[in-house]
């Protein structure tokens, strides 16, 4: 898919296709039109069906450990197919919230923040650049992209990085966020819970859209569970994964 209304394929930005100083972690721009995605394992769609469109992925899990990511990362067949990992490092925490926030607290509704602890992993991060491989041309993908993969509470991580750094990305990616059966202490669809007060108290303001697959979507009047995203989402391709695009009245936000 090349278009989708309010986002489309666009040139490498200059930071990134000129990024030759790997030692510095352009924070600031990293996570500015970036894609947030919380809970999400090994999940590679996003970065598949919106490279190019997206140039800048942010992956957050506390349950995969960074052995697990690194070979992902190093594996094209699990990771990102025709695309060469020409940098990755370990970054620290003070690279990636050097100002601290003020952070927003879990309420009376949600659950205790260390309900799964044992399911919880070392807390890493790592930070890798992908290059198109030579033998493919402009039209398979964008020549780079960024990813970005913490451990970490999705619901602090978010008000760490985007509060911290003040910005907002482009997306925030809700898809399977294991609220029921898969280790994730809150709901990340209620927009009362920490997950969803994390994202819309954000001084910097909203994302553009939400991408999820059926979780948002409340069944019986076919609404998002968030009111400020759109009741018709757009389909992406064969994905199974839905834009919700965030409402035209004046929502803080880009």
């Not at 040139?11 to 996570?31: F, K, R, S, T």
Request: proline share 7%; glycine share 8%; charged share 20%.
């Amino acid at each position: 898919m090349d278009t989708i209304t309010g986002l489309q394929r666009q040139a490498v930005p200059d930071w990134l296709a000129g990024l030759n100083n790997q030692d510095v972690l352009p924070i600031h721009i990293l996570l500015d039109n970036s894609l947030y995605y919380p809970s999400c394992g090994s999940d590679w769609m996003p970065v598949q069906y919106l490279f190019g469109m997206i140039h800048s992925f942010v992956y957050v899990d506390y349950g995969i450990d960074r052995d697990a990511v690194i070979h992902a990362l190093h594996d094209a067949h699990e990771g990102f197919h025709r695309y060469n990992m020409i940098h990755c490092r370990d970054v620290a925490k003070s690279e990636l919230v050097p100002h601290g926030w003020q952070p927003i607290l879990p309420n009376n509704r949600d659950n205790e923040p260390d309900r799964y602890r044992d399911s919880m992993k070392e807390p890493f991060a790592i930070w890798s650049i992908h290059e198109r491989d030579k033998s493919r041309g402009e039209d398979y993908g964008p020549e780079r992209f960024s990813f970005l993969y913490i451990c970490g509470d999705g619901a602090a991580t978010y008000q760490a990085l985007y509060h911290g750094n003040p910005c907002v990305p482009d997306i925030v990616a809700i898809i399977q966020p294991g609220h029921g059966f898969g280790c994730n202490w809150t709901d990340y669809t209620n927009p009362d819970l920490i997950f969803a007060q994390s994202v819309r108290r954000n001084p910097s303001g909203l994302p553009k859209f939400l991408l999820s697959d059926g979780c948002m979507r409340d069944h019986e009047d076919n609404t998002c569970y968030w009111p400020e995203y759109a009741t018709t989402p757009q389909s992406i391709a064969d994905s199974g994964l839905v834009l919700w695009k965030r409402n035209a009245i004046d929502y803080p936000g880009r």
